[in-house]
């Protein structure tokens, strides 16, 4: 799998060591014809098992939906993330959904590809090159997400988990805001478009960070990427607490110096 390196990252948490391994390599995942389990219906035992680390099929969902337009890659991407729970040496690292996962998973939640949206814009003019589009922001947003996750974890917890924090499960809830997130609304702010909640195992204790991703109204031409994400520990423990205590400690005392 390649060992890992270390470089030094400046954020708002001021310049940590950030542990990474470049996402460098791919795999082709195997043909199913697993659908997804879908919430409004009981699990019956023909269904495929739905893992409760990412809420997706245990066996991946590579057939072709019914109408859809022209094919897609089933080759996934390794992530640089480390998975807390491995099965094997060779499942150390969260892998990425094929472009072909990406597009059923969308028709599962109600995505209509030959519908038009957005005004003026068609989706029956969607291109593969679209698709992989998607999928790079997807993917790109996750890894800076980790890498958000990473400042918080060195600079506080280092000592206690040198070894760096793993990924044991995450979930979407899109329309459950934070209270952060609600508070920012009423001064007037955009509600972010999408939420996750990252269950991070700190070396045996579980930490639950909530990532909020608003749209930053610029693309970014090098990476192709639009949103701002918002990532800190959740305030569900005293130790979460203490660390957002003290970056906001930190952060106004820089902004008093400047």
């Avoid at 094919?71 to 480390?82: C, E, G, N, Y």
């Avoid at 005004?119 to 790109?140: A, L, T, V, Y």
């Avoid at 809830?173 to 269950?199: K, T």
């Amino acid at each position: 799998m390649g060992s890992q390196t270390s470089k030094t990252v400046d954020g708002p948490l001021g310049s940590v060591e950030v542990r990474d391994r470049p996402p460098d390599h791919k795999r082709t995942g195997g043909i199913s014809e697993c659908p997804m389990h879908q919430k409004d219906k009981p699990m019956v035992a023909s269904e495929c098992p739905i893992s409760q680390d990412n809420y997706m099929p245990v066996v991946a969902n590579q057939q072709p939906s019914p109408d859809q337009p022209f094919p897609l890659p089933t080759d996934r991407k390794v992530s640089s993330i480390p998975k807390a729970e491995p099965k094997s040496e060779d499942d150390l690292y969260w892998q990425y959904p094929s472009e072909q996962m990406f597009w059923n998973a969308m028709q599962k939640k109600g995505w209509k590809w030959d519908k038009p949206v957005d005004g003026d814009h068609k989706c029956d003019q969607m291109k593969p090159k679209d698709m992989s589009d998607i999928i790079r922001i997807h993917n790109f947003n996750n890894e800076m997400a980790w890498k958000e996750i990473q400042k918080w974890e060195m600079a506080f917890h280092l000592n206690e988990c040198p070894n760096g924090p793993k990924l044991k499960r995450f979930g979407g809830r899109a329309q459950d805001y934070s209270p952060r997130a609600r508070i920012r609304s009423w001064m007037g702010y955009e509600l972010p478009f999408d939420r996750h909640d990252w269950i991070v195992d700190r070396c045996g204790q579980d930490v639950r960070y909530i990532i909020d991703y608003y749209d930053g109204q610029k693309l970014d031409s090098n990476s192709g990427n639009f949103a701002i994400l918002d990532v800190r520990p959740a305030v569900d423990s005293f130790g979460n607490v203490w660390d957002r205590m003290r970056v906001a400690f930190w952060r106004w005392t820089q902004s008093s110096e400047q």
